[in-house]
């Protein structure tokens, strides 16, 4: 399964949500799509569901172009932060419409999920607190079996041990039956471990893709004393760089060769980066620079 987006913009009046985006998402992959608020995040999620279309440029599924294509959008399940379903239904019969439209939709593993988040069928959807509606969301993106699933901030209401079994669930479910999934999420740090790779966007423009495996071996935050961080940054791609008094930290882009000598530096004091810190400088960076 492939996504692939061409020269993508979105303006509403004289605002530009997203601005000329080319890139390409290929599955099964687990991906997380970040940034800050504003980024463009759902804007361009609510995009490849064909929910709403591109300003200009155009978002191919499998070759297709998806909006307004009944073809291509049966291909995805897009689960919102809200208003996912039509209140006046019981949870049974919003399954039973799920059954019609997704034709690969698993009514057992729907039941076992029921029961795994403590909820009935025959409770009505606007009954359900924000905790119940997120984790009848989460199910119904697990259970649709649609060769692309996005989840955009799919967790509110949830607690922690809640939230914790949604990450297992997704994860034996990638597992089980390798498709695409795409998570917009703030609790990066908490998720991180699960994506295949990373899509980071500020006001409307990528800052980064890349594989979390690449993000975890090459990028690592370098602390020491000004003239021996200087001298082992110069020459190397630097992402960000600060000081304070006499120490300074830097961010910093390794190929493999200077990543495996890290050991040898007893004077300077090394570490991967998080992702929420790497989003942040990254970020940072993006503003400074214009």
């Not at 599924?61 to 009944?70: M, Q, Y």
């Amino acid at each position: 399964m492939k996504i692939v987006v061409e020269q993508v913009s979105k303006k509403y009046k004289d605002k530009v949500a997203i601005d000329n985006l080319s890139f390409e998402i290929e599955g099964p992959a687990i991906v997380g799509f970040l940034g800050h608020n504003g980024a463009g995040k759902t804007t361009l999620l609510n995009i490849f569901a064909s929910l709403i279309s591109a300003t200009s440029g155009k978002v191919l599924i499998n070759g297709e172009e998806v909006f307004d294509n009944t073809n291509a959008m049966k291909q995805i399940c897009f689960i919102a932060e809200t208003d996912n379903f039509f209140n006046q239904l019981t949870i049974s019969q919003l399954f039973k419409s799920n059954q019609l439209f997704y034709e690969n939709w698993d009514q057992e593993y729907a039941s076992q999920l029921l029961n795994r988040f403590k909820l009935n069928e025959k409770l009505k959807i606007k009954n359900l607190s924000k905790g119940m509606t997120s984790a009848l969301g989460i199910i119904m993106g697990l259970a649709c079996r649609t060769p692309i699933v996005i989840f955009d901030e799919p967790y509110i209401g949830l607690d922690a041990a809640s939230r914790s079994l949604f990450y297992d669930l997704l994860l034996e479910e990638y597992t089980e039956n390798p498709r695409l999934f795409i998570m917009s999420t703030h609790l990066i740090d908490e998720v991180a471990d699960l994506f295949n790779e990373v899509i980071i966007l500020q006001e409307g423009k990528l800052l980064l893709k890349d594989s979390y495996m690449n993000i975890q071996q090459k990028l690592f935050k370098v602390k020491g004393k000004k003239q021996d961080v200087e001298s082992f940054i110069n020459g190397k791609k630097v992402i960000h760089h600060s000081s304070f008094l006499n120490e300074v930290h830097a961010l910093v882009k390794l190929n493999n060769q200077e990543a495996a000598q890290l050991k040898t530096h007893s004077v300077l004091s090394f570490e991967p980066i998080k992702l929420q810190e790497l989003m942040i400088l990254l970020s940072k960076q993006y503003r400074e620079e214009i």
